[in-house]
């Protein structure tokens, strides 16, 4: 790890504008700002994220963010040592914005630059505060595009032993809330609207629960949903969002049970927007009781997009001086 050093990060894959400073003091991470414009509000009108409207937000915020990032951490780009940004994947006119003022503000400050998978992100933003990093770990990696089981055998070691076949869990969640009328994001509203429902009022599948490998199907459940509205016109709402929202967190449970008697990890990570779920902590917080295991999960801020887990993944690596560019596909390896 790097030592005695301070980082300012930048995110900006998606919908939110996103810049955090991070400084490590012997060992000791710390998050010194983390700040986010959030756009959600904006996409909310069209009940998803439009690309070209991101991007356009992502540029008129970002300088703010950065200035906002510094301030509050009480710093000035001369205390800074280097520049850490969310390189992929996303979306390619978001991400470029965050890349092309990374490299901006490297060039004019005379400083390195890191770059960072995004989904690396969301793992290490449950590994700010740890005194001794334990391997190996397994990540359950939760997100508006991704849905993947993750073995980490040593920092910046990814090992991917299970992922989607088809929608990512939170994109399940998005298109669930949208056919029953509810706000986008749809992970929160379906989340609230849980609340007052019966989970078991409804037997919507599980796809993949019994296979034998560690993938994930989300679609036909997805699909089920879609026919039960069809077929059930006087439908209750609370008891749709209740029952889907358990089924799909079944599966993620199940799914990572089964990969902590394989692998046997000292640690267990959750992390992507999903994780913000409370049922999915509170049954991940039994699954690892039962099991034995450390449980890490990211405090609220660093759930959702932010920068502060990008600065946090980037002390554990060495600056790049190659020209790096947005790469909306790129792949945790
Ligand atoms: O990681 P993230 O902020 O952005 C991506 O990298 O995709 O994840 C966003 C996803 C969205 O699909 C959103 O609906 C979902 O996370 N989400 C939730 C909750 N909060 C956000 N899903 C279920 N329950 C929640 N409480
Ligand atoms: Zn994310």
New binding site residues.
Partial sequence: MMNNTTILAIES??DETAAAVVKNNNGIISIESNVIASQADIHAQYGGVIPEIAARNHSTNIIPVIKQALTEANVSHENINTLAVTQGPGLMAALHVGVETAKALAYAWEKPIIPIN?MEG?IYSSLANEKEIAFPILALLV???HTQLVLMRKHGEYDIIGETMDDAV??A??KVAKMLDLPY????S??NTAQSGNAEAIDFPRPMLDSADFNFSFSGLKTAVLYYIKDNPSFDKSDIAASFQTAAIDVLIKKTEKAIKKYSPHIVIIG???A??SLLRKKLQSLAKDKKRELRVPREKTS??NAAMIGIAAMFKKPTSKNIVASPNLSLK
Avoid: L
């Avoid at 994001?185 to 929160?188: C, D, Q, T």
């Fill in positions: 894959s998606c995004h969301h997100s508006g595009g939170g994109e969640f998005d994001p749809g992970g929160p379906i989340e992507g927007g999903v913000a779920n959702a997009d």
